[in-house]
């Protein structure tokens, strides 16, 4: 976007990040809310704009689907900006941390890949999940925490920031302390976190050690629910709702996680088979307005 002629006048994309900055919460779309619709990564993204969000997490096997299949980094990056969207994250999941070398050394190459066509996009993070790690118990907090350095080495070289996510179910990602705990043992200052409301419980985080956490280095908040009748043993991703509809104490997270520095991107992130089978616009515009609705207040 080109300077407007007068001085008085911000370029949009300037003017767009004060409004953001400005703002308590920016509200996402995680395509795993429509993945189940199959819709293909440029129907994913008309479908967020439809709805109102001018934010969006997409999933790297899409993206990958939609480039083997023809499609081009400025064709997406043109319909980015025609919609009016943000990528604000790509969700992947890359065997980084895993004791295997090749099969770290190979899931480095293929982020590296992936990294430059992010960028190429606009996208400015990447979800640095422990895939391969759900059983293992093997492999110590400070050897993950070196491993993850790498992973920033390489993601930051691109101007991407690699988000740690927390697993609920998983052995050493489980708890907000142990991700945290990783992040800082990297030693780099770039070093960010991804929580999940559904993950908060499902690894069994205590919510007043949340206040622990400087809210800077975690930057988005994945919105989701869950019934009362589910316990933590039994609960899975499939059983995610929309916030507000379960007994999640949401309006408690986002206040002890909402910065002052900077809006906390909320995303909506379910797996809800009886959502896929409903219309996905309909699905998106549901997810928007329930997040608006459980922000009231905080």
Sequence with gaps: MGISASAAVLPKTASSEIRKASLPFIFSLNMATIRGHKLGFIKELEVAANAGYHSVEIWIDSFNAYLAGGGTLREARTRLSDLGLQVENCISFHQWVVDNEAIRTSALEQMKKELDQLAAIGCKRIAATGMGLTDDTTINLDTIAERYRTVLDLCLSHHVIPLL?????????????????????????????????????????????LSFINPQINPILHMNDYPAKLSRAVITDADRIYPGDGVAPIKRILKILKGHDQPLILSAELFNAEYYQQD???????????MKAVVEGV
């Design 165 to 209: 996510e927390m697993w609920g179910f998983q052995k050493q990602f489980s708890t907000v302390s142990e991700v945290v705990y990783c992040a800082m043992q990297s030693g780099n200052a770039k070093a960010s976190i991804l929580l999940d409301v559904f993950h908060l419980y499902k690894g069994n985080t205590p919510l007043e050690t």
């Design 280 to 290: 996905a616009l309909t699905v998106a515009k549901t997810a928007l307005a329930k």
